[in-house]
């Protein structure tokens, strides 16, 4: 039921307060309500920190409890925890999120653009494809057909701005 | 009266007496003209002895307009050299005008009055006003432009019949408006004022470094004209006005000029061109005070 749990060398994620949005790994357990955090590659201090404002990571590390900063860094840094968040989905919803936020009027207008013109291109595929159907009744070339076009799509929007893949992170 | 007689003989004995000495002393040149010009300033230093013998302290024999004809004041009056000023200042502004007057058999024209008597005096004198500070007319308010808003930004014009247009703003007029230009054959928007307040300002600049704006547009150029010459009742309302507002080739060739330099501006940043034609709305999910402009 439950996949991770509270453990010396979790990461966690700060989600509010003062240092909302940092990771951070639990050295220590004080009680039931906080833990002793220390994050030195992402600029938290040693201190002590409730479990409600973090939320765990699927992140472990490897030291033992009450290791002083220095071996946490050591910890953090063999294992590269930096830039494995950042190729979690979730550390990219994150900043999606934080793109769409800062979209000016002008970027509004060109995602409406990318996102019109990439849902007329699909919708023609389909009604080419139910064109088919209507006519020439079931076959099997058509779920391979479905998966192409969409395919072809999705890679030639990638090379277009970031603003086309915060599109596609909004339709998905 | 003694002393006065002598006094009397005093000063044409003395008169003579200088007289002699000029006299004298031509032949030597020199001295003479600077001894001249001395004789001169002393003539006019000696001054006469009062003529106007005590009788008591503070008592003079003779009355006022008696030491007048003594002193022969009517033959000494003097003025004041005339200076520059006073020279420039004697034309005196003009009293009347004479006014051509239309009409057969009326003589042509008219001397008509410059500055005419008051046509109306109050019954009370208007009250003296309390002195006020810094209240100053329009034309020398402060005029201020938010930071936002820099020549060459994207505005969004949220009131008149042009709202809800994104709009190119090119300078702050003399009143403090915002002159602002679609471009026309973009949006329709003319050269056209617009008010700070109600625009809002994008973060979205077109580089508008090199274009030359004409120096007639004003705000006199763009003031709404109004015909306020009631000259005959007639009993409907008066067609004379202008209720069509018609478009003068100066605006369209200004037009013209402004905005060929603009388009060639906005061509260069792709998809400008498509942002400006399109309008400003709000949908559901969208707030104003969330949205980054």
Redesign the interface.
């Known amino acids: 039921v439950f996949k991770r749990f509270v453990e010396i060398g979790r990461v966690a994620f700060i989600s509010f307060g003062p240092h909302a949005g940092k990771l951070v790994a639990i050295v220590d357990v004080i009680d039931q309500n906080r833990a002793l955090v220390d994050g030195p590659c992402s600029g938290v201090r040693r201190q002590a920190m409730p479990f409600k404002c973090m939320q765990l990571t699927d992140f472990v590390l490897k030291f033992p409890h009450s290791a002083r900063q220095k071996c946490v860094r050591l910890a953090w840094e063999k294992e590269n925890i930096n830039e494995k968040w950042s190729a979690t989905r979730w550390a990219k919803k994150i900043e999606a999120r934080e793109k769409k936020?800062?979209?000016?009027?002008?970027d509004r207008?060109?995602v409406m653009?990318a996102k019109k013109m990439r849902n007329r291109i699909i919708k023609h595929e389909m009604k080419k494809l139910q064109k088919m159907s209507s006519k020439k009744g079931k076959k099997p070339e058509k779920p391979e057909k479905a998966q192409k076009p969409e395919k072809a799509q999705k890679p030639e929007k990638a090379q277009k701005p970031e603003k086309a893949q915060k599109a596609q992170k909004a339709q998905k | 009266m003694a002393g006065e007689k002598a006094a009397g003989e005093k000063k044409p004995g003395e008169k003579a007496a200088g007289k002699k000495k000029t006299g004298e002393k031509k032949p030597p040149e020199q001295k003479a003209s600077q001894k001249e010009v001395g004789e001169k300033k002393k003539k006019i230093k000696k001054h006469h002895a009062s003529r106007n013998p005590v009788l008591a302290r503070g008592i003079g024999r003779y009355s006022r307009s008696a030491m007048y004809a003594r002193k022969a004041l009517y033959k000494r009056k003097y003025t004041a050299p005339e200076t520059k000023i006073e020279k420039k200042k004697k034309e005196k502004p003009r009293a009347t005008i004479t006014k051509p007057v239309g009409g057969d058999k009326n003589g042509g024209s008219r001397v008509v009055k410059i500055r005419k008597m008051p046509r109306y005096y109050p019954t009370e004198d208007v009250p003296r006003k309390l002195l006020s500070h810094g209240k100053k007319p329009f034309c020398q308010h402060k005029r201020r432009l938010r930071a936002s808003i820099t020549p060459g930004t994207v505005l969004i014009l949220l009131t008149g019949r042009h709202r809800g247009k994104r709009v190119v703003f090119l300078k702050q007029l003399a009143t403090g408006l915002l002159l602002v230009t679609g471009p026309l054959v973009i949006n329709r928007v003319p050269l056209r004022r617009a008010h700070q307040k109600f625009v809002i300002a994008t973060s979205t600049k077109v580089d508008i470094s090199g274009v030359k704006i004409p120096k007639h547009l004003t705000d006199a150029y763009f003031k709404k004209k109004r015909l306020r010459k009631p000259k005959h009742q007639e009993g409907e309302i008066f067609d004379t006005e202008k209720e069509k507002y018609e478009i003068t080739e100066q605006r369209k060739s200004d037009q013209k000029a402004v905005d060929s330099q603009i388009l060639a501006r906005i061509k260069k940043v792709p998809q400008l061109r498509g942002y400006l034609r399109s309008t400003f709305c709000l949908s559901n999910g969208v707030y104003p005070h969330k949205l980054v402009f």
Do not use: E, S
């Open positions: 936020a800062k979209m000016t009027d002008f207008y060109k653009k």
